[in-house]
């Protein structure tokens, strides 16, 4: 059973307007979440990263929230672009296993002109 | 110019055959990883290694080979016992202090 989940499956919304996308995750003992961005046909590249006593973290229009209590987390993109169009990955890790990480499936954003 | 370099891009397999995907990485990371992601699915744990000349199984190493006789490379082989092997592989190494994984631009592999 995949220990993070991310909703919607996909989203297409109009360029300019915002968007949110969800991951909640049961991985435990908790270490840090980060949000991963995958152009098609390439490699995922990290966005943001949230420790566990942090609630939000910027980068330029990309805003991640985590809310460590109900293990969940939200990305926010803020006046979407059409180079926004990709896969957002949410990504945990753990302190119990070194280096090794949950992905969940990703969310496919797609912003249309 | 610091990354993860994959090689080929793209890979076609016969039935049967084995074929090894390449990967390269500068940044001096200890530790490195391959990944097969395939649609509707997050990134599944082939193989990793965390040191020169030693590697472990991931979820999915069944089928699969490695090597790591140098820090900067980690080749893969996708043998003929891997029944299902087209997929997108993604290679990654790791800095482990910021729990950060660096990705390479991946090898998609179809079996003709």
């Known amino acids: 059973k995949n220990q993070v989940e991310q909703s919607p499956q996909s989203l297409i919304i109009l360029e300019g307007k915002n968007c949110t996308l969800q991951c909640n995750y049961t991985v435990s003992p908790f270490s840090n979440l980060r949000w991963y961005k995958q152009d098609t046909g390439r490699g995922p590249v990290s966005l943001t990263i949230?420790?566990?006593?942090?609630n939000t973290k910027s980068n330029g229009r990309y805003t991640a929230t985590l809310d460590a209590d109900t293990k969940q987390s939200s990305l926010h993109i803020t006046a979407s672009q059409l180079s926004d169009s990709a896969s957002y990955i949410c990504v945990v890790s753990t302190t119990d296993s070194w280096g090794k990480f949950q992905f969940g499936a990703g969310t496919q954003v797609v912003v249309t002109p | 110019d610091g990354g993860i370099t994959q090689s080929p891009k793209y890979l076609f397999r016969k039935e049967g055959q084995n074929v090894t995907l390449s990967c390269e990485q500068n940044l001096n990371h200890d530790a490195m990883y391959w990944y097969r992601q395939d649609p509707g699915q997050g990134l599944r744990l082939i193989y990793y290694?965390?040191?020169?000349?030693?590697?472990q199984k991931g979820d999915i190493a069944e089928g699969y080979s490695v090597s790591r006789e140098k820090k900067e490379s980690f080749p893969l082989t996708v043998t003929s016992a891997q029944k299902n092997p087209t997929a997108f592989y993604l290679c990654a190494s790791i800095r482990p202090e910021v729990a950060e994984a660096f990705f390479g631009q991946g090898t998609r592999l179809t079996v003709v």
């Open positions: 949230m420790t566990f006593s942090e």
């Open positions: 290694s965390q040191i020169v000349n030693d590697f």
